[in-house]
């Protein structure tokens, strides 16, 4: 109608004026009219994919744990275990109801997100991308390996002297050397490597073997360092086992038939029940790689020569592993 009267314009007025405004007010009423509709349909179209957007959150959140599309995680806490920082060392966040989060940033494997209280915490993107039921490694390249080393914080571990208070002399700064060095070796042949700790910390027993059953990993090293109850009585590494049903003890054959190049003596594979072995249904070993309290052995094991020996034995040990194995 009112398209119509702008074509046809009406002739009624009495003045020119008079015509010049009716025509000014019907352009105005046009282009309001004309942005109304815009509008109209602007926002039929935001309406449209709104509802379409919250369909699929509601859908794909259904399965907890699993990755939105948009890089929101869903993380369910009997599943998901959320921690202060990006790594087993740091203490547990008490979550008790599944919340969703942006992830916020990605660093070494572990995912930092928002918590309902608008705290930040980090969660470990295998449990919280729900691929713990991963299938087993069948080469060193996609393996997940715990690397565990012996004691640390308060717990020195044997001694090289009892009267020595330094932690040069202490059993725990030597197993977490290794335990680096042998991490990042196995980082360069492109497997997953998680340490108990990475620092000089204490790390509860338990807590340990829990890391590797958390993950599925599909090699579990724990490093040590023996003692003799007097000095200068033992001499030499050893490989245990635990389990027989598991591959442990492949695991620690494997290994340890890479230690005769050691200017150690190689006591060879042995069967102990260590709390990190017998609580551990992965293939789990553990290392005693020389005696702290035996100078000739302490030599070695403060030597990063030797260090850097016993690293690429561990190496080519599980890639020899995974060899027989699979
Ligand atoms: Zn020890």
């Given amino acids: 109608m009112l398209f119509q009267s702008t074509s046809s314009p009406p002739c009624l007025c009495g003045s020119f004026n ?8 019907e352009v105005i009423i046009i282009k309001t009219l004309r942005h109304s509709r815009l509008a ?11 509802i379409a957007l919250v369909f699929k959150l509601t859908n794909s959140g259904t399965q907890s744990g699993s990755l939105f599309s948009s890089g929101e995680l869903s993380i369910n806490p009997s599943k998901v275990t959320v921690r202060k920082g990006p790594g087993l060392d740091y203490s547990k966040v008490k979550v008790t109801k599944t919340f969703q989060s942006q992830i916020l940033q990605k660093r070494n494997g572990w995912l930092k997100v928002r918590l309902a209280n608008n705290k930040t915490a980090w969660v470990p993107s295998w449990q919280a991308e729900n691929k713990v039921a991963k299938t087993a490694a069948t080469k060193l390249s996609n393996a997940t390996i715990v690397i565990d080393a012996g ?7 044997a001694l090289y002297d009892e009267s020595e208070t330094s932690s040069y002399y202490m059993e725990k700064n030597y197993t977490l050397k290794l335990a680096k060095l042998v991490a990042k070796e ?13 620092n000089d910390r204490y790390v509860d027993l338990k807590s340990r073997p829990e890391t590797a059953e958390s993950i599925h990993a599909d090699a579990f090293i724990s490093f040590h360092f023996d003692s003799s109850p007097y000095a200068n009585e033992g001499t030499g590494v050893t490989t245990y086992y635990y389990h027989k049903g598991n591959n442990s003890k492949k695991l620690a054959s494997a290994i340890n038939s890479q230690f005769n190049n050691l200017p150690l003596r190689n006591n060879g594979v042995d069967f102990s029940d260590f709390l990190v072995l017998h609580d551990n249904t992965r293939p789990a070993i553990l290392c005693e790689m020389g005696y702290i309290n035996t100078d000739q052995d302490f030599k070695q094991i403060t030597s990063s020569t030797y260090r850097t020996k016993v690293a690429k034995d561990i190496v080519n040990g599980l890639d020899k592993y995974f060899k027989e194995v699979n």
């Fill in 18 to 25: 008079s015509l010049i405004k009716f025509v000014t007010a």
């Fill in 186 to 198: 196995l980082r360069a042949r492109g497997a997953r490597v998680i340490l108990t700790r990475d």
């Fill in 151 to 157: 004691h640390g914080g308060n717990d020195s571990g």
């Fill in 40 to 50: 109209i349909l602007t926002v039929l179209i935001v309406i449209v994919l709104t």
